[in-house]
């Protein structure tokens, strides 16, 4: 039985996938986008998460703490009067285990035409976790949201078990993709390229970043990219919000995003509508 790691579940989403649907945030992620709303998804050990703007400074998480340097042990939590504490990360489920606990309100998701999105951090990094979680949860609606860093054959197995892809497309060109995430992206393109191919319905998401991949030309070859896929189903734009910089304190990080947050991203979504790509921006 396959074991892994997630740091949230989200009730009553609305925006991954259709209707009203659970969201399963998978820890750990091979990326490093400078602009991550998750980063407490990005490592896959488990962190200790400090709302530090209200705290009282009572001291009481120091008074039972043991370790000179913190090892999220979580002895802090359960003693802290206002819960600014929370450990990401700590509990490995079974895939059984989670699925049914998932699978305790399937007959609302139903009936509100929705289901269950696993989310991350990056879910193709725990794979086989994963492949058996989807499996489990048949036959409610699963949407997957990927980076689509992954093995091809780890992708096309994830493709085959979801009811939906969520596609996030980062940039086009590689060296810019590696300078604000980490990696290349032939790995990305390759698997996208299978996907258009494919009559697997997807959804093509895009984390538009000010500066960063909101010019025209590369929303144009964005466009030109999906132009022909068969089963994509929209494209999804989802302009930056300062939301990010909230959290990164919380883990004991800087952020430093290393473009102008305060600048609103260009949009040109008429680049698929001109290819008469349905496109959304949320």
């Not at 989310?119 to 409610?140: C, D, H, I, N, Y």
């Not at 493709?159 to 980062?170: G, H, N, P, T």
Request: one cysteine or more; charged letters at 25%.
């Amino acid at each position: 039985m396959a074991k892994g790691v997630i740091f949230d579940i989200e009730e009553f989403a609305l925006y991954d996938g259709p209707g009203i649907r659970k969201t399963v945030f998978f820890k750990g992620c091979p990326l490093r986008c400078i602009w991550c709303h998750n980063p407490e998804g990005m490592n896959f050990n488990k962190e200790l998460m400090v709302s530090k703007s209200v705290c009282i400074n009572c001291k009481r998480c120091t008074s039972v703490c043991v370790h000179k340097v913190c090892v999220a042990c979580g002895m802090c939590v359960a003693v802290c009067p206002l819960r600014l504490r929370k450990v990401c990360g700590a509990v490995y489920y079974d895939a059984k285990d989670l699925a049914a606990d998932l699978l305790k309100d399937s007959d609302f998701l139903e009936k509100n035409h929705g289901g269950i999105t696993i989310s991350g951090g990056e879910p193709l990094a725990q794979p086989k976790f994963l492949w058996e979680l989807l499996e489990r949860l048949k036959p409610v609606h699963t949407a997957v949201e990927t980076s689509g860093y992954a093995p091809p054959e780890a992708f096309v197995r994830t493709v085959e078990l979801a009811d939906l892809v969520l596609f996030d497309i980062k940039h086009t060109d590689s060296i810019v993709h590696k300078e604000f995430t980490g990696v290349g992206n032939e790995l990305i393109l390759e698997n996208l390229k299978y996907l258009c191919k494919e009559e697997k319905r997807f959804i093509a998401r895009i984390p538009l970043i000010p500066g960063v991949n909101d010019t025209r030309d590369n929303m144009e070859r964005t466009a030109g990219l999906l132009k022909d896929a068969k089963g994509l189903y929209r494209v999804e734009i989802l302009p930056y919000h300062k939301t990010a910089s909230a959290k990164y304190p919380m883990l004991g990080r800087e952020y430093n995003p290393g473009f102008d947050e305060n600048r609103k991203p260009d949009i040109h979504k008429d680049v698929f509508d001109n290819l008469n790509i349905r496109s959304l921006v949320l």
